[in-house]
T-cell receptor
Framework: AQSVTQLGSHVSVSEGALVLLRCNYSSSVPPYLFWYVQYPNQGLQLLLKYTSAATLVKGINGFEAEFKKSETSFHLTKPSAHMSDAAEYFCAVSEGGNQFYFGTGTSLTVIP | ETGVTQTPRHLVMGMTNKKSLKCEQHLGHNAMYWYKQSAKKPLELMFVYNFKEQTENNSVPSRFSPECPNSSHLFLHLHTLQPEDSALYLC??????????????FGPGTRLTVL
């Protein structure tokens, strides 16, 4: 069975600092990987996705993520945090079909 | 309306009530999903419909009953719920009959409180 682990349920960074949100997955086959963001009182919005093309994926709002098969990781990064980045971030994985597996989420706080 | 809409946004109900959640997608997608989002837990996939046919039912209690009359509309009928069913219920849709490389588009959710 698939599983997704997001290390750190809460991450705080200073405005302008590097954002690093961690995601590890378990999969017996090359997976499809996604990062979503959820702002208060809203649904999830796709930030980026990996579908077996380039291992470094660029998304919206300056975010990017790198697929590392050897580490079974898909960490999300942004070089410089902005106040508007404060939100809940979810990593998701799928091997195919209609089943998507989500992590428990990481709440990002940006300190002025 | 654009994207995925859900009504109502908030719902408070007693354990003996019957209510329904509605989801509508304006994206021309073929697959629709219901998720339950509880605090400190991963999103739980409840139901999946492809081309109006239910393809997934992840051991959801029968007090939750989905209905998909067409590819644009999805309902979740609720009856005799328990307090632990209180959560944010999210609807999503995707293209391509549910192929997983096609991302899901989410609605804003319905915040359900069961008293």
């Amino acid at each position: 069975a698939q599983s997704v682990t997001q290390l750190g349920s809460h991450v705080s960074v200073s405005e302008g600092a590097l954002v690093l949100l961690r995601c590890n997955y378990s999969s017996s086959v090359p997976p499809y990987l996604f990062w979503y963001v959820q702002y208060p009182n809203q649904g999830l919005q796709l930030l980026l996705k990996y579908t077996s093309a380039a291992t470094l994926v660029k998304g919206i709002n300056g975010f990017e993520a790198e697929f590392k098969k050897s580490e079974t990781s898909f960490h999300l990064t942004k070089p410089s945090a902005h106040m508007s980045d404060a939100a809940e971030y979810f990593c998701a994985v799928s091997e195919g079909g209609n089943q998507f597996y989500f992590g428990t989420g990481t709440s990002l706080t940006v300190i002025p | 309306e654009t994207g995925v809409t859900q009504t109502p946004r908030h719902l408070v109900m007693g354990m003996t009530n019957k209510k329904s959640l509605k989801c509508e997608q304006h994206l021309g997608h073929n697959a629709m999903y219901w998720y339950k989002q509880s605090a400190k837990k991963p999103l739980e996939l409840m139901f999946v419909y492809n081309f109006k046919e239910q393809t997934e039912n992840n051991s959801v209690p029968s007090r939750f009953s989905p209905e998909c009359p067409n590819s644009s509309h999805l309902f979740l009928h609720l009856h005799t719920l328990q307090p632990e069913d209180s959560a944010l219920y999210l609807c999503a849709s995707s293209q391509g009959g549910g192929d997983s490389y096609n991302e899901q588009f989410f609605g804003p959710g319905t915040r359900l409180t069961v008293l």
